[in-house]
């Protein structure tokens, strides 16, 4: 049934509704080695794959493997191209089944932990219970859209759009909205935290707008980041906050409602899940994404990551919010002005495949006049179609981004 389930994931649209449910754990051996290659293809090319492409990609990504390993998958994927069709109805029947299953042995291993002096894990155990109950259950109270015309202009109109301050970013693409999620990314020391804090904080940013902007941070300490937010509003550097910090704090007062920033080295996407249920962000950053526990028993980073991208996505869905996610750029970014998705550290994770929106931050290696310039690639975009490169200019002691 295994290979099955692989032959059907080639299928996008089979891929797309239930790519949440399956699991790298389920698939045995070789098997295990081409659901992460349909990943992947999936990934970068957004359509149906044949089995050939898949044998293509599988070669290209894993350069290294043996020769033995390298006829075993292709052996595999043989048996797969003579399997006779089923239909996907019965495909997620079994699904379910073996989704279930795997569940079952998280919980189990989780129990064993528990047993073993780990207690925190009890509330890991109540989510798996309740997510193997309702992951294949339709909500009950879905809500057909409107087909008419007029309800969706007015809706379309009202809708709220936080609209990007950067000129020559949102020149190309506007800004975010509620249940959009946007992947920005770089090298260390290059301006990720800036980035942000200047799409937020600086004149007219997102709290300008009204947005109710909450950030949680596991890198940068949540104190530091806020001296930089109180920075890029007053447009005063950190020396000069010291000198005028009467007028400063009257000045951050206008936009201090509208911004919260959470130390929480412990966060789990399960915890942020709660949070937003509680909290009602209209913004969201997670900085850095990677670094968020998540519930279950992940053989590899890369099933992990794809695990906590894809309940992000959710997250921005299901509480109607604008989610950023920041993450770290691989050497391959080191001295790039050009810095698209592939360069993202794990890339090849299923992460970008997650996300409307992917800016990559580059930098020259060059010093002198070059130090100040910043270069803003964007890799994906499927809010507005543009993909290219924005130059800009970083003011690290204001935390401000301008053309």
């Known amino acids: 049934m295994e290979q099955q389930l692989i032959k059907l994931l080639m299928h996008k649209e089979f ?42 990609i599988y070669r290209v990504s894993n350069p290294t493997a043996t020769r033995a390993k390298r006829e075993a998958v292709a052996e595999v994927l043989s048996d797969i191209e003579r399997l006779s069709p089923i239909g996907s109805d019965v495909a997620t029947d079994v699904l379910q089944k073996m989704w279930q299953q795997e569940i079952g042995r998280n919980i189990a291993d989780m129990g064993l932990a528990i047993m073993e002096g780990s207690p925190e894990k009890l509330m890991d155990v109540k989510s798996l219970i309740e997510k193997s109950e309702n992951g294949f259950v339709p909500e009950d109270n879905v809500t ?97 906050l010291y000198k005028n910090r009467i007028a400063a704090t009257k000045k951050f007062a206008e936009i201090a409602p509208n911004i919260t920033m959470i130390d929480n080295v412990d966060a789990s996407i399960e915890w942020l ?8 962000p209209d913004v969201l950053i997670v900085d850095q994404l990677d670094k968020l526990g998540v519930t279950g028993t992940y053989a590899r980073t890369d099933e992990r990551l794809r695990s906590i991208y894809t309940k992000y996505r ?90």
């Open 144 to 240: 057909p859209i409107s087909t008419d015309l007029e309800t969706l202009m007015a809706y379309s109109q009202n809708e709220n759009c936080w609209e990007f301050n950067i000129p020559s970013l949102s020149h190309v693409v506007r800004g975010g909205k509620a249940g959009e999620f946007m992947i920005s990314f770089a090298r260390p020391e290059i301006g990720k935290t800036a980035f942000y804090i200047s799409l937020v904080a600086s004149p007219n940013g997102f709290c300008s707008q009204g947005a109710n902007v909450h950030i949680i941070t596991n890198e940068e300490p949540a104190r530091r980041t806020m001296f930089r937010a109180i920075s890029a509003y007053t447009g005063l550097n950190e020396g000069n």
């Open 273 to 280: 899940n709660k949070y937003c249920a509680d909290k009602k």
């Open 314 to 403: 959710e997250i921005c869905k299901r509480h109607n919010l604008f989610g950023i996610g920041i993450s770290q750029a691989s050497a391959d970014a080191e001295g790039k002005t050009n810095v698209t998705y592939a360069m993202m550290e794990n890339s090849k994770t299923g992460k970008a495949a997650e996300a409307d929106l992917i800016v990559g931050i580059g930098k020259s290696d060059v010093t002198d006049n070059e130090d100040k310039r910043r270069y803003l690639t964007i890799s994906k975009n499927k809010l507005t179609g543009f993909h290219g490169k924005l130059v800009c200019t970083l003011d690290a002691d204001l935390s401000r981004y301008t053309v």
């Open 15 to 56: 891929f797309d509704a239930n790519k949440t449910r399956v699991m790298r754990s389920m698939f045995p051996n070789e098997l295990s080695d081409l659901y992460d290659t349909i990943v992947n293809g999936h990934e970068s090319y957004e359509r149906d794959l044949s089995s050939q492409e898949v044998r293509e």
